[in-house]
């Protein structure tokens, strides 16, 4: 069974930075995407960043790219969520959603991709 589960969301100020983490388990690496949505109180969920395990390819949302920065720690089966210069904007819940490729061609920033999500870590920026 597929487990995720974010931690590291907070209240910071604008300009501030934060480190998200998804901690997985029962999930293949091999040829895997793991992606990083985020959905703001009265809006769709939207996709942030995703890595492409079997090629360690990343991908972003146009808003976020140049400061936030996704990777992955192979030892310890994490995925990370770098967010610098957070602007009040950024202010969402954030998941952690992943899904087993077996070679398949998917759409990174469509949330119906990803069979398996976690539970969401609240970000907050001030103004």
């Known amino acids: 069974q597929v487990q995720l589960v974010e931690s590291g969301g907070d209240l910071v100020q604008n300009g501030g930075s934060l480190r998200l983490s998804c901690a997985i388990s029962?999930?293949?690496?091999?040829?895997?995407?793991i992606a990083w949505f985020r959905q703001a109180p009265g809006k769709e969920r939207e996709g942030v960043a995703c890595?492409?395990?079997?090629?360690?390819?990343?991908y972003y949302g146009d808003s976020v790219k140049g400061r936030f920065t996704i990777s992955r720690d192979n030892a310890n089966s994490n995925v990370y969520l770098q967010m610098n210069s957070l602007k009040p904007e950024d202010t969402a819940v954030y998941f952690c959603?992943?899904?087993?490729?077996?070679?398949?061609?998917?759409?990174?920033?469509?949330?119906?991709?990803?069979?398996?999500w976690g539970q969401g870590t609240q970000v907050s920026v001030s103004s």
């Open positions: 959603a992943a899904r087993e490729l077996h070679g398949s061609r998917w759409y990174w920033g469509i949330t119906v991709e990803y069979p398996h």
């Open positions: 029962g999930l293949s690496f091999d040829d895997s995407a």
């Open positions: 890595i492409w395990t079997k090629r360690s390819l990343t």
